[in-house]
């Protein structure tokens, strides 16, 4: 029984279809989000937005996240800890305690505030970490580019099939770019490196600017791929001997308390029994 091949249309028109996803955002789950948001969210969100510095909006997109989430997050997060003393200081007041109206109203505001800043803290945390994810998988499409370009494959072609052995999400973003870059008639460079504005990566925007001069210059692109790759490698473990560190310094302060807490605790009924036979 002969089978039919795919319409080239219809399969355009998925493709198109798939491509204004891409363009909507980070990832589809950020986008229905933000079609699912309040309209007050959507309304403040340029609002919080513009009072940040400029790298919050690639670390929402990075983080996963809409601006009215965030905006959201950081009003329901900075109502509920101002309600908690406004509420202890009212029940209070009903069980007949005086209280003066600034012990509700000046912890309130503190609390106000640490509950303005977390969510915050929160989107720049995972930005980072996802980064770091990013920067990780792309050392590895390096890799597979590298292999592929000493194998006498052309580069776009090499560009396009490294994309499609990785999973997760940096994956899925290269791909996205690398078919904008088809479908747009640009350069696969110039797609990755908007790619790289949109989601702060830096060590993207980089490779890409590199490559493309390379490639204008009839420089070996390879060598130029595999040097990055090397140089992530490098920073990456570079930046999580940092972190190694930087934990085991925390960790003095907690086990020193731990280790004087324990003596004490031996040596408190010790002395507690010389005391009262001293007496």
């Known amino acids: ?11 355009m028109r998925k493709e198109s279809r ?8 980070v990832n589809a789950k950020a986008s229905s989000a933000a079609a699912t948001a309040p309209a007050v969210g959507r309304r403040i969100a340029p609002w919080i937005i513009k009072a940040g510095d400029a790298r919050k909006e690639p670390d929402l997109r ?6 009215a989430q965030h905006a959201m997050s950081k009003i329901g997060v900075a109502g509920a800890l101002a309600a908690l003393p406004l509420v202890g200081a009212t029940a209070m007041s009903a069980f007949g305690a005086p209280v003066s109206p600034f012990v509700g109203v000046v912890p309130a505001m503190g609390l106000a505030a640490l509950g303005w800043v977390v969510p915050e803290l929160e989107v720049r945390d995972r930005a980072t970490r996802r980064r770091d994810e990013f920067v990780a998988a792309l050392s590895a499409y390096l890799d597979v580019v590298a292999i592929l370009l000493a194998g006498g494959t052309g580069t ?16 899925r973003e290269l791909r996205g770019a690398l078919d904008h870059s088809r479908f747009a008639g640009v350069a696969p460079w110039a797609s990755m490196e908007q790619l790289g504005r949109r989601l702060g990566v830096d060590e993207l925007v980089e490779l890409a600017a590199s490559a493309s001069v ?3 210059h009839g420089a070996q692109v390879r060598e130029s791929l595999t040097a990055r790759a090397a140089g992530m490698r490098a920073s990456q473990l570079a930046q999580a001997e940092e972190r190694a560190g930087e934990t085991t310094e925390k960790m003095t302060v907690p086990l020193a308390i731990l280790g004087v807490s324990f003596l ?4 408190f009924p010790a002395v507690m029994q010389i005391l009262a036979v001293s007496q």
Do not use: S
Request: glycine letters at 10%.
């Open 18 to 25: 798939a491509l204004c996803d891409i363009d909507h955002g």
């Open 214 to 216: 390379a490639g204008r």
């Open 62 to 67: 990075v983080a996963g996240r809409t601006e």
């Open 156 to 171: 776009e072609t090499a560009l396009y099939a490294a994309a499609e052995q990785g999973d997760g999400w940096a994956f």
């Open 1 to 11: 029984e002969q089978k039919l091949a795919p319409n080239p249309a219809i399969t």
């Open 264 to 267: 004490a605790f031996i040596i």
